[in-house]
């Protein structure tokens, strides 16, 4: 796609479209301040791109049936949500809806050049089923922080050997299309925005909780960012005074005492002190311990293993209720691997929120699990590219 709309009409024109489908000339005339004929010159316009086209007559409202209007359906969008220890690669249309998408494990650990390898190879993959020729754009999340502008990772704890490495240029050279990078937690909350648990809220906290824990801020219905890219970073707010030391250098962060590898950390060791049978059967068995482990300990009942997750659950939901106190979100969801934990944990969150911030906030403010478990990011990504290519060039 080399065409972008020309002005703030055909980007509006562009996104209602995305997010509601097709639609007729005076349907959307209902949702921007233009005259018909204004309209009908910008419509003209953007089908002269072939960004949109038409697609049929659109339901009668008295008068000559106008064609319904849509996204050009052979645009294709990759989304690419790169996680700690696996990687989620989906190719979507316009309208992000998903056509195909790929799960596999991986360490990002293992550095840019090896990860992107194998981005680049789920990405032929799916291409080569016959979903896309090529890509119209992609957008790409990684699990630590991105200065946004240049699509860069900075210092990103638990990713060494990708500080400072030219995400968006590199993959935009591989791919021969407009890329952007964002950090995986705003992309959770873009996606579960678009389709999921928060597509009426405007101003919403979207957490994630799995090899790390970070916060999506949406304000307004954007994603805010702050001035370098960084906001949100809650995993390292200290949660323990002088408490276990982090990845980041600090002692004491909540991503040290609550998160996916400090889940297993400590399963682990109450399976090794026999404090939990279950987790110790689970350790003898398959030689390590994960978030899944504890969570079906806690299913079949092990008290340890509950004790875990109500404990981390407390904890972050002291360092969420501050956030609430402070933002006053219309609605807390919470995602992330570590959210297979379920309900224990959701209601330890929602204890400590709900007892530690004011009541004006709290008094109608829902904290639910994400709907859309792994698409979320995927889906995400994909809009981020789409905000970017249906903005005025």
Same mark, same amino acid.
């Given at each position: 796609?080399?065409?972008?709309?020309?002005?703030?009409?055909?980007a509006?024109?562009?996104?209602?479209?995305?997010?509601?489908?097709?639609n007729?000339?005076?349907?959307?005339?209902?949702?921007?301040?233009?005259?018909?004929?204004?309209?009908?010159?910008?419509?003209?316009?953007?089908?002269?791109?072939?960004?949109?086209?038409?697609?049929?007559?659109?339901?009668?409202?008295?008068?000559?049936?106008?064609?319904?209007?849509?996204?050009?359906?052979?645009?294709?969008?990759?989304?690419?949500?790169i996680?700690?220890?696996?990687?989620?690669?989906?190719?979507?249309?316009?309208?992000?809806?998903?056509?195909?998408?790929?799960?596999?494990?991986?360490?990002?650990?293992?550095?840019?050049? @090896?990860?992107?390898?194998q981005?680049?190879?789920?990405?032929?993959?799916?291409?080569?089923?016959?979903?896309?020729?090529?890509?119209?754009?992609?957008?790409?999340?990684?699990?630590?922080?991105?200065?946004?502008?240049?699509?860069?990772?900075?210092?990103?704890?638990?990713?060494?050997?990708?500080?400072?490495?030219?995400?968006?240029?590199?993959?935009?050279?591989?791919?021969?299309?407009?890329?952007m990078?964002?950090n995986?937690?705003?992309?959770?909350?873009?996606?579960?925005?678009?389709?999921?648990?928060?597509?009426?809220?405007a101003?919403?906290?979207?957490?994630?909780?799995?090899?790390?824990?970070?916060?999506?801020?949406?304000?307004?219905?954007?994603?805010?960012?702050g001035?370098?890219?960084? @906001?949100?970073?809650?995993?390292?707010?200290? @949660?323990?005074?002088?408490?276990?030391?982090c990845?980041?250098?600090n002692?004491?962060?909540?991503?040290?005492?609550?998160?996916?590898?400090?889940?297993?950390?400590d399963a682990?060791?109450?399976?090794?002190?026999?404090?939990?049978?279950?987790?110790a059967?689970?350790?003898?068995?398959n030689?390590?311990?994960?978030a899944?482990?504890?969570?079906?300990?806690?299913?079949?009942?092990?008290?340890?293993?509950?004790?875990?997750?109500?404990?981390?659950?407390?904890?972050?939901?002291?360092?969420?209720a501050?956030?609430?106190?402070?933002?006053?979100?219309?609605?807390?969801?919470?995602?992330?691997?570590?959210?297979?934990?379920?309900?224990?944990?959701l209601?330890?969150?929602?204890?400590q929120?709900?007892?530690?911030?004011?009541?004006?906030?709290t008094?109608?403010?829902?904290?639910?699990?994400?709907?859309?478990g792994?698409?979320?990011?995927?889906?995400?990504?994909a809009?981020?590219?789409?905000?970017h290519?249906?903005?005025?060039?």
């Amino acid at each position: 796609m080399t065409a972008r709309p020309a002005n703030a009409h055909q980007a509006r024109l562009l996104r209602l479209l995305r997010d509601g489908g097709p639609n007729s000339r005076a349907q959307l005339g209902d949702q921007v301040d233009l005259s018909r004929s204004k309209l009908a010159v910008e419509v003209d316009r953007l089908l002269e791109t072939e960004l949109v086209v038409a697609d049929g007559l659109a339901a009668s409202r008295g008068g000559r049936r106008s064609h319904n209007i849509r996204l050009n359906p052979h645009l294709r969008l990759l989304g690419v949500d790169i996680g700690a220890t696996s990687v989620d690669v989906a190719v979507t249309n316009a309208e992000l809806e998903i056509l195909g998408h790929i799960n596999q494990p991986m360490d990002v650990r293992e550095g840019p050049v @090896a990860v992107f390898e194998q981005v680049l190879s789920m990405a032929a993959k799916l291409r080569a089923t016959g979903l896309a020729e090529g890509f119209d754009g992609a957008g790409i999340g990684v699990p630590g922080p991105v200065r946004f502008p240049e699509g860069i990772p900075v210092a990103p704890p638990i990713m060494p050997g990708w500080d400072g490495f030219p995400v968006r240029e590199a993959l935009s050279q591989e791919l021969g299309c407009p890329v952007m990078v964002d950090n995986d937690v705003n992309l959770m909350a873009l996606g579960e925005q678009h389709a999921g648990v928060a597509r009426t809220v405007a101003d919403f906290l979207c957490v994630k909780i799995g090899t790390g824990i970070g916060c999506g801020i949406v304000v307004g219905g954007e994603v805010y960012r702050g001035t370098t890219g960084s @906001a949100g970073d809650i995993g390292h707010i200290q @949660a323990v005074p002088d408490g276990r030391p982090c990845a980041c250098g600090n002692r004491g962060c909540l991503e040290a005492h609550f998160s996916g590898a400090a889940l297993a950390r400590d399963a682990t060791e109450a399976a090794e002190q026999q404090r939990s049978p279950e987790l110790a059967a689970r350790l003898e068995t398959n030689g390590t311990l994960s978030a899944v482990d504890v969570a079906a300990a806690a299913a079949a009942g092990d008290a340890t293993a509950l004790d875990l997750i109500r404990e981390g659950g407390n904890r972050t939901g002291q360092v969420i209720a501050g956030l609430v106190s402070f933002f006053n979100p219309g609605l807390v969801v919470i995602g992330g691997g570590v959210t297979g934990l379920g309900h224990t944990l959701l209601a330890a969150i929602r204890t400590q929120v709900y007892r530690g911030s004011l009541p004006l906030a709290t008094g109608n403010l829902p904290i639910v699990l994400g709907e859309l478990g792994p698409a979320a990011g995927v889906i995400g990504a994909a809009r981020l590219i789409s905000d970017h290519l249906f903005s005025p060039a």
